[in-house]
């Protein structure tokens, strides 16, 4: 198991979000964290980071505990973060803000991400390379904020709604890139409320409800309960 999310419950002050949230990720696996807006998508994201740390459970990752660590710290054990705001710098080009990704590898990882291999997931950044990032379209800043990500040669990428606002052609686009860096072996969770996107591209789900987890399977027995995505993900 590459991560380990046990039993966490996160809050922000007061107002408790996650309630004793458990998901697992293979290596090489890509897992969709599905659910409705304010499920707790984004919370149990920021719990792996140690963006904001659970009051209780455990994050391992690869065997350690990273509870609560650094942010920076989860980062370099080789955990790629991609938040639902792309954070893209406007005054630097394409290229520049590929440059700023740039992260040795953690101890042991084979990957080696180059800005060669990150154009050929994202053939569309290679034209666009010397353009400011404050001058791309919505889909090429997100295409640029995973391919920064890469570029610090993670072992696992937590995507937070890559989907979200883009056209459905660009978002077509996207999931043939996505489904890409699968091929080559990266693990993804993918958090998405668009469950089209995300199950097309995964081999299991979870799904979400008020901070608990509330179905977890395989793509295909999510396909048979109608039951559940009936109830949780309206489809
Ligand atoms: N910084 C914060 N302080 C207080 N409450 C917060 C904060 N961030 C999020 N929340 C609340 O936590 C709950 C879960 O939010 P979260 O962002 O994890 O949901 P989500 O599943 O990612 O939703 P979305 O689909 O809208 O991105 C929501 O009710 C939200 O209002
Ligand atoms: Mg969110």
Known sequence: MILEVNDIYTSYGLSQILFGISIN?????????LGRNGVGKTTTLRSIMGLTAPKQGSVVYKGNNITGQATFRVAKLGVGYVPEERRIFPDLSVRENLETGRKPAANGSGQNWTIERVHEIFPILE????????HLSGGEQQMLTVG????GNPDLL???????????LVVRDLAEQISRLKNEGMTILLCEQNAKFATDLSDRAYI?????VRFGGTIDELQENEEIRDQYLGL
């Open 25 to 33: 990720i293979e290596q090489g696996e890509c897992v969709a964290l």
């Open 127 to 134: 034209g666009l390379s010397e353009r400011k990032g404050g």
């Open 208 to 212: 979400l409800e008020k901070g608990q």
């Open 158 to 168: 937590l995507l937070d709604e890559p989907s979200e606002g883009l056209a459905p």
């Open 148 to 151: 920064r990500t890469l570029m």
